[in-house]
């Protein structure tokens, strides 16, 4: 007998005969509908069972959280709310869940907070509002591959554990293999990193953007897409001590270039999703317009989840240079009325998530790329223009997300990275291979770092980005 | 005007006027003919210089390893060994090389060996062979995704940071914000995680799959495919501390079902390759037969590469009990003619290397897949057949590789997984949540891991695992 999933189920266009399909109960009504969700899509089937024919211990069984495998016909449903539904021949209860347990868990069938949901953190992809974060958290991934899969990028893996520090003043996780209850010390009394595995100090990486430069110093165009971690303490609802980062870096490619990039890679992974995941976005969208039903009117989202998602599709990014944008900010209402936390006094200064948010959601309503950054304020990397004063740096802001991307054109002149280099302390004999990649055949090229977990919130409208990946991980907090 | 790159030049079918290329000089002879490579493919792209009236200057920076754009135009090549050149219009020196400079590196024409290129890992992608290498990993990587994502399986990140240690002893990195030198310790000597970043002791995860079971028993079906970490004192060429896994994970289904898996999965990116990236292969081919002429005939690959990938591609893999293989192995040759190091006495024997190879290479002569093996040896939590003294794990081996995959069906019973925890020590606190599962809606699920690393090993034919990654990390090293 052939086994179904739901979301073959409930596509069908025919009657379909005697198949068999598994999964987990989420209601039983009238000891006759079961709503059966297997993970395969949003929706559930409804099946039908026939009780008087059945066994009151399977009846008994059949209860919300339970594992079960159900074979029958799938027919035009002849109630509301389906189009399709199975008629059920047998039932074979697969694993019992028991109500008294289930009514510990989030399985049971009630509203629960977000933070109760993150505490069971095994059980709640099995909601629907998980369930379709997770579904659409992976098309998004796939969508990130194909696209640099079809536009000549090579995949390349960076390493995890690393010895140099890409942003020179990253807060690192270290890891070791010595005895932390009796780490061994040389005779001056410095931590001994001899007798460690590595046989020096190393860390978690910050960026794999180091690296992948020179791998597109050899393949052209390349991309990472892995873990990257900060041992930032920062209990906020935008930071993960550990998240997942998507790297491009491009040989021959001018920041523009780069910024165009960001700009249809975005918009391509956002159109796939809008194709692929139809259902999904419509419950996140109805799931935040009831959430926000509670909030007052100021704090609301300005638009339904799919119209800012089309917004993001159908507008070109409004590009802006930093010292326009400081122009704007200087004499826009809310710094003359010092309603913001941060006043923009000089040219100079670092802009903040106000200033950010004010930019694309009040003056131009759009996703803006700011760029041509003072040099003071961004990476040793960056390269220098020639008013000697601002680089080629680019970070693209989102409405209600902030800074979502943020890259570069590197320096590519050996002279001008070493004196840097010299200049804010970055060690030249760790980066030797770095500095070295720009003596022999250097050429310009650009990259950026994109967050894939602020990506994820965007699309999925949720607001904590603890609730767009799997297990979290956050100060004090390292469960499951 | 139009920028191109080299694989599209090369496969141009008609003549192209005024078209720029950019690229790194491989070689330049009689100062007239430019092998320019740009990474998009193999293949070199042959530019013809007008030498007398190309400036001096030009002439003399056009050396192995500069960065140049060209613009030219396509045409039927006159000269033997290529279809298309470009005859040049114009050079632009981007950066240049210092011949002095080059002859330091491993970008010098001349043959050097694996050791010397892992030596300048940031430049070892610029050769033939690292390019082909990293290329068909990158191709690997997306028949990866492709596979599952049209197979119904959605992409799950894992943590990296783990309170748990999945295998139950695995050898792990410590992470930790503690300061080294004086690390906190509590009232009775002990370490005072609860000074540390997560408030507890964390490692680097060994294996995502006691995660990716929580979500395969709410989605259905997912992968992983992320960074694994050992720190094993194991300097071999088939070991790294750090290395990529792939691990599937479906509910509702049982061993065959899994073994069914891994060998349609296999066959589907083997033939991705084949098909995507036929000229890497036909070069990897080309090198490691000429690299075997050196070694005595006995250590030679059966088969050249690709009609080894091609008989993966055409036989199916033959399923042999544990039970089976040690008859086999206690009546073989070697065995009783003592030419094993590990003789095979009794079942129970854990197979070493040498007896999964006996068994690929000289008995079955094609890949073997071996389940059912005794309890004793495997993981707490594969599932306990009825005969109370094996369980359901089985072991993909591959010929030159030997374990390429190492998957089971997972103890579904909560009471039979709790007494085996109990059995070896396992801490059944730390994992309350994956206990849970077996208590909400139980149901059987299987699921496998593969080192990607091997994989690539296999596909490119390369004989040690610091090849196939770019920055590979092993005891003592984690230069780059």
Redesign the interface.
Same mark, same amino acid.
């Given at each position: 007998m052939l086994?179904k999933?739901v979301?073959e189920l409930l596509e069908a266009d025919h009657i379909l005969q005697d198949y068999k399909v598994?999964?987990?109960?989420r209601a039983f009504r009238s000891n006759r509908f079961i709503a059966l969700n297997?993970?395969?899509c949003l929706d559930n089937l409804q099946c039908v069972v026939d009780f008087e024919n059945t066994d009151e211990a399977i009846l008994k069984s059949i209860s919300t959280?339970?594992?079960i495998?159900v074979v029958g016909t799938l027919k035009e449903s002849e109630g509301k709310g389906q189009r399709v539904e199975l008629e059920v021949k047998s039932i074979e209860i697969?694993?019992?869940?028991?109500p008294e347990?289930?009514k510990k868990?989030i399985?049971q069938p009630k509203k629960h907070s977000l933070e109760k949901l993150r505490e069971?953190?095994?059980?709640r992809?099995?909601t629907n509002t998980?369930?379709a974060v997770?579904?659409v958290?992976?098309k998004l991934?796939?969508a990130v591959?194909?696209y640099f899969?079809e536009h000549?990028f090579?995949?390349?893996? /960076?390493?995890?554990?690393?010895?140099?520090d890409a942003e020179g003043a990253g807060e690192m +996780?270290?890891?070791? &293999?010595?005895d932390?209850?009796n780490?061994p010390k040389t005779e001056s009394g410095?931590?001994d990193y001899s007798k460690d595995?590595?046989?020096?100090e190393?860390n978690?990486t910050v960026s794999g953007q180091l690296?992948a430069e /020179?791998?597109a110093?050899?393949?052209?165009?390349v991309y990472t897409f892995?873990?990257t +971690?900060r041992?930032e &303490?920062s209990n906020t609802s935008r930071h993960l001590?550990?998240f997942?980062m998507i790297e491009p870096e491009m040989?021959?490619c001018d920041l523009e270039g780069n910024i165009d990039l960001a700009e249809d890679f975005i918009q391509y992974v956002l159109k796939y999703i809008t194709e692929h995941c139809k259902a999904d976005l419509e419950f996140l969208e109805n799931r935040l317009l009831q959430d926000e039903k509670s909030k007052p009117e100021k704090d609301r989202a300005p638009m339904p989840l799919r119209e800012k998602i089309d917004f993001v599709l159908k507008n070109n990014f409004k590009r802006v240079s930093y010292t326009e944008a400081i122009e704007i900010l200087k004499n826009c209402k809310p710094n003359k009325k010092k309603k913001f936390n941060y006043i923009i006094e000089d040219w100079g200064a670092d802009l903040q998530s106000e200033h950010e948010r004010y930019l694309v959601e009040k003056h131009f309503g759009c996703p803006v790329v700011l760029y041509d950054y003072p040099a003071d304020i961004k990476a040793f990397y960056m390269r220098l223009n020639d008013d000697g004063k601002t680089v080629r740096a680019m970070d693209v802001l989102f409405p209600g997300i902030g800074e979502i991307v943020g890259g570069s054109q590197r320096e590519?002149r050996y002279d001008v990275l070493l004196s840097k280099m010299k200049e804010i302390g970055v060690d030249e004999k760790e980066l030797w291979?770095?500095l070295?990649?720009?003596?022999?055949?250097?050429?310009?090229h650009s990259g950026f770092g994109l967050g894939f977990e602020r990506l994820v919130l965007f699309a999925t409208g949720m607001s904590n980005i603890r609730d767009v990946?799997?297990?979290p991980?956050t100060?004090?907090?390292?469960?499951?």
């Open positions: 086994t999933k979301v598994n999964g987990w109960v297997d993970g395969s959280g339970a594992a495998s697969l694993g019992p869940a028991d347990d289930v868990t399985l069971q953190a095994h059980l992809v099995r998980f369930g997770m579904r958290r992976s991934a796939f591959h194909q899969n000549g090579y995949y390349i893996n /960076t390493p995890i554990i690393t010895g140099s +996780f270290k890891v070791t &293999n010595l932390l209850k780490v410095e931590i595995f590595f046989g020096k190393t978690l690296e /020179t791998y110093l050899g393949l052209g165009k892995g873990p +971690f041992a &303490n001590a550990e997942w040989a021959f590519e291979w770095y070295e990649t720009r003596k022999l055949g250097t050429c310009k990946i799997p297990y991980r100060p004090q907090n390292a469960e499951f």
